[in-house]
């Protein structure tokens, strides 16, 4: 009798034993373990997910092309579907989210060849949603915008594996489908994260690779320079984290000295007990195609007003000021409802032992009002001898 070959495992399979395996090697194991399952785990959510919002608009097309009642609705199409779609919490659906999925399913037609089930000898393609929505593929192409020539466009298998959603809102912004296909490629090429294809984008390689002499010297300059994507930070992209239904606060890296900071600094101001109502925190905000966490957020009940809190472990820098004047001018265009007074922001910053406290305004006229504030908060003395206690401690510092 022939015995069975036994099967070949993973070189992280390896087990106590094994080749001599001592305690160092045993942790070195158990890390790559870690490691590859977090990759694995990463990658999985990003498919699916990038999937999620691709189906999303190809929904979206499909109703306006053959919906039955698409005529009762025409162009409050998109915010009547953002608001039945919030009543049922359901997350990153917003009336700006489904038209950037509506144009992510256009721009990305090859992603129907994913769904797609193989086919036998004379077997009609079926959509492979099709027991859901009722719709065949009939219409995969007609609503396309221009795609690059085949030569130079991805499989979508290729496209879905490799990059994130995130990476797909920078591509469909991208109106010129060779320049989109050049980023795609050189992104997937040098594993680049979100951020390094927002740098690449604005400081123009794709114009700098047609005006260069030396086109591969220029590639291998921008690639020694990029940041590479990794898993950990993959799992905290903005998208995924609403999409599994976890905190902002969770998604949010920050030091454990600035996690602990705020932590003791929420509950120093609940126990003032004047006013302070605690609504969020790490709360997000979308501002554009910036997305932004506002370490604290209050409701002051006697001022009438929101308190936007943010803390820096760092010595005042000006674009601190303009960060939480900014987070205030947002929550005054859009979270002030009637009787409302205009919100408040503050800045803390604290590099080794000095502290800087700063109201932000973010110019507000009424200067009774800002005199106000400035009796009800707390006083910058206070918050100032808060901080530099609070620093030492978390440091073992007496």
Excluded at 35 to 43: C, F, K, L, P, Q
Excluded at 217 to 234: D, S
């Amino acid at each position: 009798m022939n015995k069975k070959a036994p099967a070949s495992r993973p070189a992280s399979a390896k087990v106590a034993g094994e080749d001599g395996l001592n305690f160092a090697a045993l942790v070195s194991a158990i890390q790559r373990i870690h490691e590859e399952s977090h990759a694995a785990v990463s990658r999985v959510v990003n498919t699916t997910l990038t999937l999620r919002n691709w189906m999303i608009g190809y929904h979206i097309v499909v109703f306006e092309l053959k919906g039955v009642d698409r005529a009762k609705y025409g162009e409050r199409l998109l915010p009547a579907l953002a608001d039945e779609l919030t009543r049922l919490n359901i997350s990153r659906c917003d009336r700006r989210e489904l038209f950037r999925y509506q144009r992510f399913y256009r721009t990305y037609p090859q992603f129907m060849e994913t769904l797609l089930p193989p086919l036998s000898a004379g077997q009609k393609p079926a959509f492979f949603f099709q027991s859901v929505t009722g719709q065949s593929d009939d219409l995969a192409g007609s609503t396309i915008v221009e795609t690059p020539s085949p030569q130079l466009a991805l499989p979508g298998k290729k496209l879905r594996e490799s990059l994130s959603f995130s990476h797909f809102v920078e591509l469909i912004e991208i109106d010129d489908p060779l320049k989109r296909a050049f980023y795609e490629i050189e992104c997937i090429r040098g594993n680049w994260s979100v951020r390094s294809l927002q740098r690449q984008i604005a400081t123009l390689y794709f114009e700098r690779s047609g005006l260069s002499k030396d086109k591969e010297k220029l590639a291998e300059m921008v690639h020694k320079g990029i940041e590479a994507a990794e898993p950990q930070l993959a799992i905290r992209d903005p998208y995924i984290f609403e999409f599994l239904g976890l905190r902002a606060k969770d998604a949010v890296a920050e030091s454990d000295l600035e996690a602990a900071l705020v932590d003791n600094l929420r509950e120093f101001l609940l126990e003032l007990g004047h006013g302070f109502c605690l609504e969020a925190q790490q709360k997000s905000i979308v501002i554009g195609k910036t997305r932004g966490f506002v370490d604290l957020v209050f409701y002051h009940c006697i001022l009438k007003c929101h308190v936007l809190v943010e803390l820096k472990v760092d010595d005042f820098k000006h674009e601190h000021l303009g960060q939480i004047n900014t987070y205030v001018t947002w929550y005054r265009q859009h979270m002030m409802i009637e009787g409302d007074n205009p919100p408040v922001g503050l800045l803390l910053c604290t590099g080794k032992d000095q502290a800087l406290v700063q109201y932000a305004t973010a110019s507000i006229d009424n200067r009774l009002f800002v005199s106000k504030y400035e009796v009800a908060l707390p006083s910058r003395q206070a918050l100032e001898k808060f901080l530099q206690t609070q620093r030492r401690e978390l440091l073992g510092h007496e």
